[in-house]
């Protein structure tokens, strides 16, 4: 192997573990016990691999990571964490684990362990693949830097895909808000189904046409309905039952599939690189407008009917580009019988077993669409993967095996020593839930559990700090300053997490710093456009502030 | 043209607060975010590409002057000018902060004519910047 430099960053003590094993390789290896002049050596070595410790003063490695992964001339560089005992990569996933550096290893590890991980990612093209890219699942966008939840984020079928089986997987009921330019879109969701659906778009004068779409009534019946409704001041659907058109139990049924096509066209491209965020809560409306769908159903009939063929081809070639032949994974059996897959479509997948995208599309015409369709829901659901992974586990060498007999135990505190991901999601569903009733107090008991299991937890920080603002900031100044210094760090652990922002801002508007809060409500909207609340304080303060300016003026 | 864009970094929001004020007062349509420390600054600033920075030189974790050195290095794609803000100022201080690349420097409190005069420089040299 050339000559290769690897930086590592760690206190003194692991310092003096690693360096021996690490010149052994020969590789030159630079130490910075101080993570403030980390971005200096990075830029002047510039290392193959960069080591850092996790529990480093000043910054943690967590933070370095961040840091290094926001800017390209740090980001090329493989950064990987030497840190203690993390929950299991599923359950990170599940939990929506912002987490930039490109790998982990965690202590305690033997120093054999070490070098071999050091050297797969000295590999070039064969590097394992990225920690981020891993936990955002096998439709991820290469070069992919910060894990991305898979509760919100910008619309894609990827994205999508990744969304609903998880929701379809694990059973969680909540509210799915999508956000488009004009469109907006809010979807209840419980036990695996879609049980009600709110559109601001899902106007009654479409209702007609819809129907004359179907062959259901003629256009024409769809206009004197139409103007029925103005006359009477009332829907569509009522003027038709009142014309005899329809029965009152079609006319629900018609309205209902319009619904649920509306969703079904969020797989479209008219709905690509909108905003969507899922929120965890326990519903308590008991009655529905619609039967429920269940969200696998959604999935199959968006994918297989409703997305662009070109947006999907593009989705899987951009991560192993047209040449790489799919296998048929382990769980393949799993993943049809999940996604409840007719035999004929079964049989079809297996077909695509051996082949490429590449190949996929220049099938004949008829058959190309279903094909690549198929493709595209199975490789999703991990029935199908591309073949030579890249590998995401590294096997310690046998040159290594001499280091194998030295451990490196974590030094302080685990991490996540109560860790349950389980209790977890459930106190923060209960958190949220009560949250969402301005029932601070109680809300606030299952957020303190949340950040017990999990101190790291954005979303957790978030709502506490807020909780602990309502409950008491408003009359004491320390609470205020601790609740923003909570949503502070909240913002550190995820730059994403919207709330944090919009919580923030709400803050800083109560003391009357307006124009700090202005900023927060715009960067709330800007990292997630579906949060409608942000949206409304950046326009009330935009009134506010015009009618300021109209006052001084006079 | 994209609004000219400012970008305040520093560690006591009411301070903060004012420099916001104050910049929004002389150019009422500039973009302004706040960064609360040097490092939240590092990771934010390649996505907001500020036009113009204000940066206090006392705070945690990454403080102004580490901030500077850093900025400088991370090959960062835009031009972006300085203002440093410090509560002591002298020849020495005044070189070190240069030297880091610091286009101005600031004694605290900062005034309004003070922050007129940056802002009308640094939209200047940002036309500049476009010509070229």
């Known amino acids: ?554 | 043209m994209t609004p000219f864009s400012v970008l305040i970094i520093e560690d006591d929001e009411v301070a903060a607060e004012i420099v916001e004020k104050m910049v929004q007062h002389q150019a009422p349509e500039a973009r302004i975010e706040w960064c609360w420390n040097g490092y939240e600054a590092l990771v934010r600033v390649k996505e907001f590409k500020p036009d113009l920075i204000f940066l206090d030189y006392m705070m945690p974790k990454i403080d102004g002057l580490l901030f500077l050195r850093d900025l400088k290095k991370l090959e960062i794609d835009f031009p972006v000018q300085v203002a440093v803000v410090s509560a002591y100022v002298d020849d020495d201080r005044q070189r070190e902060f240069n030297d880091a690349g610091a286009d101005y420097v600031l004694s605290k409190p900062v005034s309004v004519e003070q922050v007129r005069k940056i802002l009308d420089k640094a939209n200047k040299q940002r036309k500049l910047q476009r010509l070229r």
Not at chain 1, 309 to 314: F, G, Q, T
Not at chain 1, 391 to 412: C, K, L, R, T
Not at chain 1, 532 to 537: L, M, N, Q, V
């Open chain 1, 1 to 554: 192997m050339e000559k290769a430099d690897v930086l590592v960053i760690a206190r003194t003590g692991l310092v003096e573990k690693l360096l021996p094993p690490l010149t052994a390789k020969g590789w030159q290896v630079h130490v910075c016990t101080d993570v403030r002049t980390a971005v200096d050596t990075t830029l002047r070595v510039r290392p193959d691999v960069i080591l850092c410790e996790d529990d480093t003063a000043i910054m943690s490695g967590w933070e370095l990571a961040r840091l290094f992964k926001s800017h390209d001339s740090l980001g090329r560089v493989p950064f990987l964490l030497v840190s203690s005992r993390m929950p299991p990569l599923a359950d990170m996933e599940r939990a929506g684990f912002r987490v930039s550096a490109d790998d982990l290893i965690e202590l305690p590890a033997d120093l054999g362990a070490v070098v071999s991980r050091v050297e797969a990612w000295m590999a070039g093209p064969d590097r394992p693949l990225s920690l981020p890219q891993r936990l955002a699942g096998p439709l991820a966008p290469n070069g992919m830097i910060q894990a991305i939840p898979w509760r919100r984020g910008k619309l894609s079928p990827a994205s999508l895909a990744r969304l609903l089986l998880h929701l379809a997987n694990f059973g969680e009921s909540g509210v799915l808000r999508l956000k488009g330019e004009r469109r907006q879109l809010k979807i209840l969701v419980q036990s695996r189904s879609v049980v009600e659906i709110e559109s601001n778009y899902l106007r009654d004068d479409t209702f007609g046409r819809y129907l004359a779409q179907l062959g259901v009534l003629t256009e024409e019946d769809g206009d004197r309905a139409f103007a029925v409704a103005i006359e009477k001041n009332i829907t569509q659907s009522q003027a038709m039952v009142q014309m005899n058109l329809l029965q009152p139990n079609e006319a629900d049924q018609y309205v209902a599939r319009q619904k649920i096509e509306k969703v079904l066209q969020a797989f479209s491209p008219i709905w690509t690189g909108s905003a969507f965020h899922f929120m965890p809560e326990r519903l308590t409306q008991r009655r529905f407008s619609i039967d429920p769908v269940p969200l696998i159903e959604i999935l199959k009939n968006g994918l297989l009917t409703y997305a662009d063929p070109l947006e999907l081809a593009h989705i899987l070639a951009r991560n192993r580009g047209d040449d790489e032949p799919f296998r048929r994974a382990d769980i393949f059996d799993r993943a049809v019988a999940d996604l409840r897959l007719a035999p004929e479509l079964r049989a079809l997948g297996l077909e695509l077993v051996g082949k490429t995208v590449g190949q996929i599309r220049q099938a004949p015409a008829e058959s190309d669409d279903t094909q690549l369709r198929l493709a595209f829901l199975l490789t999703a659901a991990g029935g199908l993967q591309f073949d030579a992974p890249a590998p995401s586990v590294v096997q310690p060498q046998a040159a290594d095996g001499e280091w194998a007999q030295y451990v490196i135990q974590p030094v302080g505190a685990e991490r996540y020593p109560e860790w349950d991901l389980e209790a977890f999601e459930n106190n923060l569903l209960e958190g949220r839930t009560l949250f969402n009733r301005e029932d601070y107090r109680g809300a606030q008991h299952f957020l303190d559990r949340v950040l017990e299991i999990n101190s790291d937890s954005s979303e957790g920080l978030a709502l506490k700090a807020w909780c602990m603002f309502e409950l008491s900031g408003r009359q004491d100044i320390s609470v205020t300053y601790e609740a923003k210094e909570m949503l502070k760090l909240a913002i550190t652990y995820d730059d994403s997490n919207d709330e944090a922002y919009l919580f923030l801002g709400r803050i800083f508007k109560s003391e009357g710093k307006d124009s700090l809060a202005g900023a927060y409500f715009r960067r709330a909207n800007e990292v997630n456009p579906a949060n409608e609340e942000a949206r409304r304080e950046v326009k009330l303060l935009q009134v506010k502030r015009r009618r300021a300016r109209e006052w001084e003026r006079r």
